[in-house]
C-alpha cells in the first residue's frame, strides 16, 4: 500500500463551532466563579483570605505544569 492507496473517509469529524464556543463558555464560567469565591474570601477574612488559596493552590498547579509536560 502506498500513500496514493490510502483512503482519508475513516477520519474523524471535525468538532463544530458551536461545541468549541460551548467549552469556552464553561471554561471562562468557573475561572469567573472561581475569583469571585477568592474575592469574597478576601472581603470576608482578609489577608488570610488572599493567601490561603494561593498556597492551596501550588500543589494543583504543580501537578497541572507536570501534565502539560508529559504530553
Do not use: C, F
Amino acid at each position: 500500500m502506498t500513500l496514493a492507496d490510502t483512503q482519508t473517509s475513516h477520519a474523524p469529524a471535525a468538532k463544530s463551532a458551536t461545541d468549541e464556543n460551548v467549552l469556552a463558555r464553561k471554561i471562562l464560567l468557573t475561572v469567573l466563579m472561581a475569583v469571585i469565591a477568592w474575592g469574597l474570601a478576601i472581603a470576608k477574612w482578609g489577608v488570610p483570605g488572599l493567601y490561603i488559596p494561593a498556597l492551596a493552590m501550588v500543589p494543583v498547579m504543580y501537578v497541572i505544569l507536570i501534565l502539560i509536560s508529559r504530553g
